[in-house]
Structures are given as structure tokens and as C-alpha cells.
């Protein structure tokens, strides 16, 4: 049985949810003291987070970015906002996915299988010129440097590899990625590509992934 913990400081919401996960047949952990809520995070062994961007006396953001140092657990953001850069922000600190409140639970339900099915798979290596490609790791290592890429980024990556030096398309790399175009978010995928080419930068690989215009993406 897959593992989800919840920080959400509304306790009404936090019931609704741990009810709603536990009868889609989820074991659920829920985070009632948020006095040390980074460390429950990095303990709780969980297979996805849900996580709120306002929590007393700390940002949700803020955890997820400081989380994403040390782990590459997949974490959903739930938020009542609705401006265009919490979402923003949230990508590009490493959130799997964004939700806003009042959400829909089938489609929470949804996306929180989608993550999932992003997750587990067998060892597997592949290589990118000299960077060697762990698929279960989720990460790029080139000599001694190595960069953990969120589920997002390699499963952008994957794709990117597997017909580099084609033009993928953004509509692509959007439906492999939520399955489903009703769920799709053009910013959220710009940000991941901004993440990837970073990361990639780190490396040594600068220019790696070029836009081509009202086309898509190429990996050189």
C-alpha cells in the first residue's frame, strides 16, 4: 500500500482529505504539530507529500525547497491561491504538481496517481555523450558532479533523449507527462525546461535543450 502524508493546517480540510486518500486505498500519515515540519518530511518515509503553501509560522515553499536538497520524494502543492506566480515558484523549487483549493477530488485523485505512476521502476542507465543517466535514480552524473532531477525533469529528459536531435513538441512533452490534456499547464512545464537546462549548465552542458519557436524542444 502506498504511503501519502498531508500538511494542511485546516483541520477540517486535513480530515476531508486523510478520509478521501484512505478509501482510494492510500495509507495516510497526517502532520498535526508544524513546529518541526521539515524534519517529519525527511521521516516519514512517504511515497508523496501533499503539501500547503501557508502553514503557521512557515511557507510551504520555503520546506519544499530546503526537502528537495535531500530528497527526491514527490510533493504535490495545495494552495488557496490562485495567482500565476506561487505556481511558478512552486516548479521551480521542485513541486511534482500544483492543486488549488476547493480542488475537485477525482481530479486530485487523478494527478496524485499520475505522480505516483512517475515513480518506482528497475535499475536502468543510459547515457547522454559522457553523462550517465540514471532513470531510477532520477539523476545526471558527469565525473565527480551528479544532479538529482525531479520526476518532472526526467521524464522531460527521457523523452528529450530518447529522440534527440528531434524537435519534440511542447503538446508532447505535456501529454507524456499528466497523460491528460485537461490537466495540462503550459508555465509549469516552461519552468521545468528552465530547471533542466540549469541543472544541465552545472554539468558542463551548456545550450543542450534549444527551443525551437511555435515548434518545440531539441535536445543537441
Known sequence: ???????????????????????????VAVVCDFT???????ESGSDLILLD?????????VLLQNFRKEK????????????????????SF?????????????????RISAVLKRGFRTEQTQHYYDVEVSLTKGSLTRGDKEQVLTKNEMIIFELLLERQGEIVSRDELMTTLWDNDEFLNDNALSVNISRLRGKLADLGIKDGIETRKKQGYVLK
Do not use: C, W
Open 53 to 61: 503553501i501557508n502553514l503557521p509560522g512557515t511557507n510551504g515553499e
Open 72 to 91: 527526491d520524494t514527490p510533493v504535490i502543492m495545495l494552495t488557496s491561491r490562485t495567482g500565476e506566480m506561487d505556481e511558478v515558484l512552486s516548479m
Open 1 to 27: 500500500m502506498q504511503k501519502l502524508l498531508v500538511i494542511e493546517d485546516n483541520e477540517t480540510l486535513r480530515g476531508e482529505l486523510k478520509i478521501l486518500l484512505e478509501n482510494a486505498g492510500y495509507e
Open 94 to 110: 521542485g513541486a511534482d504538481d500544483y492543486i488549488t483549493k476547493p480542488y475537485n477530488p477525482t481530479i486530485l485523485l487523478l
Open 36 to 42: 518541526d515540519v521539515e524534519n517529519q518530511m525527511r
